[in-house]
């Protein structure tokens, strides 16, 4: 059967057509000049109208390490997925410590080197490597800090990976001694210091129970001792901390988390002076790999635009929730550094600002399985790792992972369950929250 197209698809030969009058940039029909000449766009370079000087934190988050394309006038840099870039004409250029060009990308990307830009300043650092995970980063940073030999002061509550590098890895590996302590005890992390410490390690607000370090104090320790202080500040991005203010020597975060805030791209930074950032990227990202992919690089700057308005939300709604959980009484214990209940809550205060984080840890009573009834009921909140991201999530552990002495008696007893606050309506993940309870428990 022969089909018959419609009327209107009867186009008449391409000679005959009336053309569309040109369209500017703007989807606005070009005029034609005088003597029939169309204006082509050129792309005048403009002054770097960014001065972080005159910038707040919050503008540098919308704005810092976007660069409009030249090519194209694009507004926003585009994505490079290119492994490689062009040499110069004389390639031993490259080995020039002054070199600016970009050469391969497990070394330096184009997506990369803008939002190291970019996350270098709202850490008050004066740079960052990116790599293509927090661990990652993590690991570097303390490869490129120790040698065999060394001794490192490890706060007894860190997030599991970062603890199994030093009971498994580094000793085993590397020859690195290690202790882990309390570093809420001051005098504890004191007595822990040895001749050959040449680290001090600690996270701000701790990954699971959520207690909060001086790192200030830590700082002065660690710096009369003739040792670094790492802070991993990925519970407390700018503009809520900024630890190298506060003396750390390198600050790392997981980019997988806040930064990202959409759950879908992984990543991590260190943070820290020029040498010693450019030592982890030349040691250990170059040798090691752990580049982050272009694209990962992208939705990261993506997505740390809107960092300090979703991050403001997240405390809010985390605050919500953990009045209501403190005040409910079928949940057994809080851990949120925004309660005056909280064993260093004045710490909080002290060192933090806008809020104190979107994660809140507690513990129910019951058993197990009650437990697990309550975790699973959840319709709001999803049963899944991570944190930062723009939906809440839930994860229940039995027996936290870490040395057991180190986490509160409740946590011990009853196991812990850990809130990632995001960014619905507070009164939903309440009521979600309240539901669930009731369902497990009884009604409150
Ligand atoms: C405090 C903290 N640091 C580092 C990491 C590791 O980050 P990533 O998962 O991006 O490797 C995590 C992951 O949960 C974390 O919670």
């Known amino acids: ?79 490079v997925m290119a492994n490689s870039y062009r040499l110069p004409e004389d390639p031993s250029d490259i080995d020039d410590p002054g070199y600016r060009g970009l050469v391969y990308t497990r070394e330096h990307g184009a997506n990369q080197r803008g939002l190291e830009e970019k996350l270098a300043k709202l850490d008050h650092g004066e740079a960052a490597a990116v790599f293509g995970t927090g661990m990652a980063a993590l690991h570097a940073a303390f490869f490129t800090t ?9 706060s007894n509550v860190v997030y599991m990976r970062v603890a199994g590098l030093f009971t498994d890895v580094f000793p085993k590996k590397l020859g690195i001694e290690v202790d882990f302590v309390d570093v809420t005890h001051l005098e504890q992390v004191h007595a822990a210091v040895r001749p050959t410490t040449k680290l001090v390690h600690t996270e701000v607000i701790a ?59 992984m990543g991590g930074v260190i943070i820290g002076n020029r040498d010693l950032v450019e030592e982890t990227r030349t040691g250990a990202m170059w040798h090691a790999g752990g580049a982050i992919s272009p694209f990962n690089a992208w939705l990261i700057m993506r997505g740390s635009t809107t960092l300090p308005l979703r991050l403001q939300r997240q405390c809010e709604n985390a605050r919500a929730v953990a009045e209501f959980l403190d005040a409910d009484p079928r949940v057994v214990h809080v851990s949120y550094p925004g309660l005056p209940s909280h064993d260093q809550h004045d710490a909080a205060v002290a060192q ?30 999803t049963s899944a790792v991570s944190l930062g991201h723009d939906e809440t999530l839930v994860a229940y552990e039995e027996y936290p992972e870490g040395p057991a002495e180190a986490f509160a ?11 990632a606050i995001g960014l619905e309506a507070a009164e939903d993940l309440i009521a979600d929250l309240d ?8 009604p409150r």
């Open 1 to 79: 059967m022969v089909r018959r197209l419609p009327h209107s698809c009867l186009r008449r030969p391409c000679h005959l057509r009336r053309r569309p009058p040109p369209r500017s940039g703007w989807g606005l029909p070009r005029r034609r000049r005088p003597g029939g000449r169309v204006k082509t766009a050129t792309h005048t370079a403009r002054p770097d109208k960014h001065d972080f000087d005159t910038l707040t934190g919050n503008t540098w988050s919308v704005h810092g390490g976007n660069h409009a394309d030249e090519t194209t006038g694009a507004i926003r840099t585009p994505i």
């Open 146 to 154: 120790l040698n065999p030999g060394d001794h490192a002061i490890v």
């Open 207 to 265: 990954n699971p129970d959520l207690r909060v370090a001086d790192v200030s104090a830590l700082a002065g320790i660690a710096h009369d001792a003739g040792a670094m202080l790492t802070v991993d500040s990925t519970f407390t991005p700018p503009p809520m901390m900024r630890p190298l203010d506060h003396g750390a020597n390198l600050v790392m975060h997981s980019l997988t988390k806040y930064y990202n805030g959409h759950g879908d791209a």
């Open 352 to 381: 933090l600002s806008g809020g104190f984080g979107g994660v809140v840890s507690f513990a129910i009573g019951g058993t197990h399985t009650d437990r697990l009834s309550f975790v699973n009921n959840l319709r709001v909140i």
């Open 409 to 419: 008696q409740p946590f011990r007893d009853h196991g812990l369950v850990r809130l």
């Open 435 to 442: 539901a669930s309870l009731t369902f497990a428990y009884r």
